[in-house]
């Protein structure tokens, strides 16, 4: 039950957890994936543009910081009882959905393409605090 950090690792990552939280920072990973049943996960690091990253938490919020990334990407957010809170410039696409059981989207930032994230959560908020896109700062 107690949290995991993990700073500065290189190659593909992933992190699993039970009942604490995940926080990943500087990681440069190909792909990555991080899920915990309880725990908040927060992730913050180099992007690779072919790359795919996926978070998963049951019941904590899910946290990715895109400053590190190219400003394109796509992201398919999913929540049920959370919010979706980003100051980031995204685009939602046809496909996605907002209703009463639950929020779910297909996103893209810039021009869409490159680095693929999957933030769920199921009863957190999913939040990207900061991002690298055309006409951010």
């Given at each position: 039950?107690?949290?995991?950090?993990?700073?500065?690792?290189?190659?593909?990552?992933?992190?699993?957890?039970?009942?604490?939280?995940?926080?990943?920072?500087g990681v440069?990973?190909?792909?990555?994936?991080?899920?915990?049943?309880?725990?908040?996960?927060?992730?913050?690091g180099?992007?690779?543009?072919?790359?795919?990253?996926?978070?998963?938490?049951?019941?904590?919020?899910?946290?990715?910081?895109?400053?590190?990334?190219?400003?394109?990407?796509?992201?398919?957010?999913?929540?049920?009882?959370?919010?979706?809170?980003?100051?980031?410039?995204?685009?939602?696409?046809?496909?996605?959905?907002?209703?009463?059981?639950?929020?779910?989207?297909?996103?893209t930032m810039?021009?869409?393409?490159?680095?693929?994230?999957?933030?769920?959560?199921?009863?957190?908020?999913?939040?990207?605090?900061?991002c690298?896109?055309?006409?951010?700062?």
């Amino acid at each position: 039950g107690g949290d995991i950090q993990r700073r500065e690792l290189k190659g593909a990552a992933r992190v699993r957890g039970v009942g604490g939280g995940i926080v990943c920072d500087g990681v440069t990973a190909a792909s990555g994936r991080a899920g915990t049943g309880s725990g908040e996960i927060k992730c913050a690091g180099p992007v690779d543009r072919k790359g795919r990253y996926e978070f998963h938490s049951k019941s904590g919020d899910v946290q990715i910081d895109l400053t590190g990334g190219s400003g394109d990407a796509s992201l398919e957010l999913e929540t049920f009882s959370g919010d979706l809170d980003t100051g980031c410039a995204l685009t939602m696409q046809p496909n996605g959905n907002g209703s009463r059981t639950g929020k779910r989207g297909t996103f893209t930032m810039g021009h869409g393409g490159g680095a693929h994230f999957i933030p769920k959560t199921f009863s957190g908020d999913v939040r990207i605090p900061g991002c690298r896109s055309h006409g951010d700062n």
